[in-house]
């Protein structure tokens, strides 16, 4: 079983500095989730206050049995948590005292830490941390880390050995948020082996970040490598970032335009251009159409609808360019009709129409 680590540790009390004397009060309990041993905490009795949550390993706790009134105990470096309640195989509860050890606490604050409360100090107990490792880190590069960042590293469970993991993968200026990104992440040894195999051994660290974020494995670029496009990694992550598929890929290819790169597949996945819209565009009598009319033509709704109007209205001939200038000025057969009229009978030539509707939209002068 897992030792204790503070996954569902998503805050900290901001409480001040407390004396040593204190000892921190409440309620545990004990229950099986996923079949592993869950321990919580509650500070205090009335079910409020600080919680912590997490799977535990039994054998750290000396004493715990079966029974009514057990007394049990989880001790380390760092102090002590004594446990009394009634236990059984499915689940326990009861209520516990939490003292911290004075010499760990002076030990800290003669590193520089003299800021850390209650809940920090109980963080560090429960997961049994040590001031060697605070030490090892130093020894790894890391002096001065702010107290903020030990709490996280703490709670993720971020040790020496996993920091040298990295470091001998080539990323021995890696600095501690990034450390504690790759952590949270689930960015390990062999996920950096993964990006260097795709992207070369000199990724970058916020690529390797991002690229896990956004839940790119081996198994998508080697999809994506397949299409043979020739990928950068932002534009890797802008086509995951789009959903862009190599089936996507291959539609928009069919649909006649080969030569096709990522930035452009991003453009058209994110206004919606498909083979069915490209196939409609068509439809509407536009056989020559390049990527970018396409993008104008989805950008400013050009329906078949609005495009039969206009070519009823008179301009069978006219182009795409003056059609996309019709729908923005929002020109419709009305006011194709009064133009007509205004001109003597005479349907006016597209660029006068434009030129029509914007005198008419144009605000008049007191």
């Not at 000892?23 to 500070?43: A, C, D, F, Q």
């Not at 950096?192 to 198994?219: H, L, N, V, Y």
């Not at 397949?226 to 990928?231: E, K, N, P």
């Amino acid at each position: 079983m897992k030792n204790i680590s503070l996954v569902l540790f998503s805050f900290i009390l901001l409480t001040p500095a407390f004396g040593q004397e204190d000892i921190l009060k409440g309620t545990w309990r004990i229950e099986n989730k996923n079949g592993e041993p869950h321990l919580s905490l509650n500070k205090g009795n009335n079910g409020k206050g600080w919680n912590y949550g997490n799977s535990i390993d039994l054998d750290r706790l000396e004493g715990y049995k079966t029974g009514s009134n057990i007394v049990f105990f989880l001790r380390n470096e760092a102090g002590e948590i004594r446990f009394i309640g009634d236990v059984s195989d499915s689940s326990a509860k009861g209520s516990y005292e939490c003292s911290f050890n004075k010499s760990y606490m002076s030990a800290m604050d003669d590193m520089g830490y003299n800021d850390f409360n209650e809940d920090e100090y109980l963080l560090f107990l429960l997961n049994d941390f040590r001031i060697e490792t605070l030490k090892d880190f130093y020894s790894l590069g890391y002096k001065n880390i702010p107290s903020d960042k030990i709490v996280a590293m703490v709670a993720l469970g971020i040790t020496p050995g996993f920091i040298r993991e990295i470091q001998n993968e080539g990323y021995d200026k890696i600095r501690i948020q990034q450390i504690i990104s790759f952590k949270a992440l689930g960015i390990d040894a062999n996920r950096i082996k993964e990006m260097k195999q795709s992207f070369g051994r000199g990724i970058r660290i916020e690529d390797i970040i991002s690229f896990t974020a956004m839940g790119i494995d081996g198994e998508y670029i080697r999809m994506m490598e397949s299409t043979g496009l020739d990928l950068k990694p932002g534009q890797l992550l802008s086509l995951k970032a789009m959903n862009v598929t190599p089936e996507y890929i291959e539609e928009i290819r069919n649909a006649g335009f080969d030569n096709i790169d990522a930035e452009t597949l991003v453009s058209l996945k994110s206004q919606g251009v498909d083979a069915d819209f490209i196939n409609e565009c068509r439809d509407m009598g536009f056989e020559k159409l390049d990527l970018g009319d396409l993008i104008k033509l989805k950008v400013f709704n050009l329906s078949k609808s609005y495009i039969d109007m206009i070519r009823n209205a008179g301009y069978n001939d006219t182009g795409l360019e003056h059609i996309l200038q019709f729908r923005i000025m929002d020109i419709d057969k009305d006011f194709i009709k009064k133009a007509r009229e205004f001109n003597n009978g005479v349907l006016p030539d597209p660029e006068s129409l434009i030129m029509l509707k914007a005198a008419m939209n144009k605000p008049s002068g007191k």
